[in-house]
């Protein structure tokens, strides 16, 4: 059971560049979710996706955009990176979202350097 | 939206001391408020958790407390040991379905041998 899995680990990017940043989970959650953290910032929600077929914005989606491919992936795109991205991210799920008290499980995060 | 505040951002204890940290929220709908450890390069991981029907829970040497009149919510560590060490987040539910937390800055907690 491999829980949250998240691609890739370590990235380095030239500002302008795209990319995105995998995530799947194999706990049949309804509820996914991409956070930024940086130093002294804690966790910032970017998107969330509350069940399939669905997603809205967080605290801080400029410059990001999410898909949730099915019920399992939940994709974030940066477009046209910047070194204010710089950053690491964090995608996590839960069964049926942290309002009604279930546990939000994370991945591994992803380093992601801008320059 | 929830706003979440978090005291202290370091906090160094002896080892075998209690370590206790601080939260507040603003949004008087939130009821479930979790406490996720962190370890350096690691995920968050979730420690305990309290829901606003319930004033304290404890697990082993770890317990919250919840004041849902004052919007506050805290973590007590007794007889810390060196593997305590690690940043601390509090966090709220933002009350208006499957939205995510809203996690405090965090709190570095530092055990002196």
């Known amino acids: 059971n491999a829980g949250v899995t998240q691609t890739p680990k370590f990235q380095v990017l030239k500002t302008g560049q795209s990319m995105t940043l995998q995530c799947a989970q194999d706990?049949?959650?309804?509820?996914m979710y991409w956070y930024r953290q940086d130093p002294g910032m804690g966790l910032r929600l970017i998107y969330y996706?509350?069940?399939?077929?669905?997603?809205d914005k967080g605290e801080v989606p400029n410059g990001y955009n999410v898909s949730r491919l099915n019920k399992r992936e939940f994709s974030l795109r940066l477009e046209s990176a910047a070194p204010s991205q710089t950053s690491v991210y964090f995608c996590?799920?839960?069964?049926?979202?942290?309002?009604?008290?279930?546990?939000?499980?994370f991945g591994e995060g992803s380093w992601l350097t801008v320059v | 939206g929830e706003n979440v505040e978090q005291h202290p951002s370091t906090l160094s204890v002896q080892e075998g001391d209690s370590a206790v940290i601080k939260c507040t929220y603003s949004?008087?709908?939130?009821?479930?408020f979790p406490w996720y450890k962190q370890e350096l390069g690691k995920r968050p991981q979730l420690i305990i958790d309290?829901?606003?029907?319930?004033g304290e829970k404890k697990d082993q040497r770890i317990a919250v407390t919840l004041n849902k009149t004052a919007k506050h919510f805290s973590l007590h560590i007794t007889e810390t040991q060196p593997e305590d060490s690690a940043v601390y987040f509090c966090?709220?539910?933002?009350?208006?379905?499957?939205?995510?937390?809203?996690f405090g800055k965090g709190t570095h907690l530092i055990i002196q041998p």
């Open positions: 996590a799920s839960s069964a049926y979202g942290g309002y009604s008290g279930n546990t939000i499980y």
């Open positions: 706990m049949n959650h309804n509820s």
């Open positions: 996706s509350a069940s399939e077929g669905t997603t």
């Open positions: 949004d008087s709908a939130s009821n479930y």
């Open positions: 309290i829901r606003s029907n319930v």
């Open positions: 966090a709220a539910s933002s009350g208006g379905g499957a939205d995510g937390l809203t």
